[in-house]
């Protein structure tokens, strides 16, 4: 996979040089480069943002530059990973889709936001997914395309060392987790679980998929009971 992130503040990204997708790229699976946006700037200050029409508050930033630098590193065919908390939000069902891509462009915003013609007019040669980590703002894509990177570079063909521990993990089958213990057996007053020292494997995964069933509909019952609102009426996908 070749993975290329475009940023104004490309220091933000030094953290892919270390961990998983540092590893990833040890290991060959992983072409990865980041870049200043600010080299594609055409004006002697590097500009990169300016008001919005419409007036409101802060910046946006300017078609130009972001035009040239998507044409100099995501040729056509390649998907473009918006992080923005205005878009889809992003999941591990996405993180699976895009980790079979060949090409992944991150195009990191600021202010409050990019041109929206440079999306448009991307869309015409190139997949383009606006994607939120979540419902809450940041100051800019940096850090949810660190989060998006490693979710998606862990699932990598040949990645991960064991493939059943990413069969096993949170959200994988649309459960939480359960809770996990190592030794010592009892450790300030605290025990582990008798059902896992019990040696059946039977009864020890029987407990993980209760504990899995109660931490889901405690913590994420909309993962339990996925539904959505159709013309003002709540309409069940699943049971
Ligand atoms: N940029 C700013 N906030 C964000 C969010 N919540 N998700 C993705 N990108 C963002």
């Given amino acids: 996979m070749r993975i290329d992130v475009l940023s104004i503040f490309p220091g933000y990204l030094a953290p892919l040089e270390l961990s998983l997708p540092g590893k990833a790229r040890a290991k060959g699976l992983l072409d990865l480069s980041v870049h200043d946006l600010r ?3 055409v004006d ?3 500009t990169v943002d300016d008001t919005p029409y419409g007036g409101g508050a802060g910046m946006v930033m300017k078609p130009e530059p972001w035009g040239a630098a998507l044409d100099a590193v995501a040729p056509d065919g390649a998907v473009l ?3 923005t908390p205005s878009g889809i939000p992003f999941s591990q069902e996405i993180a699976a889709e895009l980790s079979t891509r060949e090409h992944l462009v991150f195009a990191c915003g600021r202010y409050e936001g990019i041109d929206q013609r440079v999306l ?3 869309a015409g040669r190139l997949e383009v997914r606006e994607l939120s980590l979540g419902d809450y703002v940041l100051n800019g894509g940096e850090v ?4 998006i990177i490693e979710a998606v ?3 990598i063909p040949g990645f991960m060392g064991n493939a059943a521990s990413l069969d096993e993990e949170s959200h994988a089958d649309g459960l939480l987790e359960y809770p996990v213990y190592t030794k010592p057996s009892s450790w300030r007053g605290h025990d582990v679980p008798e059902a896992l020292l019990s040696g059946d494997h039977g009864r020890i995964a029987a407990w993980r998929a ?3 069933e109660r931490r889901t509909a405690e913590r ?3 993962l339990r009971h996925p539904s959505t609102l159709v013309d003002g009426r709540e309409l069940r996908l699943a049971e």
């Fill in 220 to 222: 994420r019952p909309d």
């Fill in 44 to 46: 002697k200050h590097r």
């Fill in 153 to 155: 570079v862990r699932l």
């Fill in 210 to 212: 209760e504990q899995s």
């Fill in 81 to 83: 990973v918006v992080p």
């Fill in 120 to 122: 448009d007019e991307a």
């Fill in 144 to 147: 949810a395309a660190l989060a």
């Fill in 39 to 41: 080299d594609w700037a």
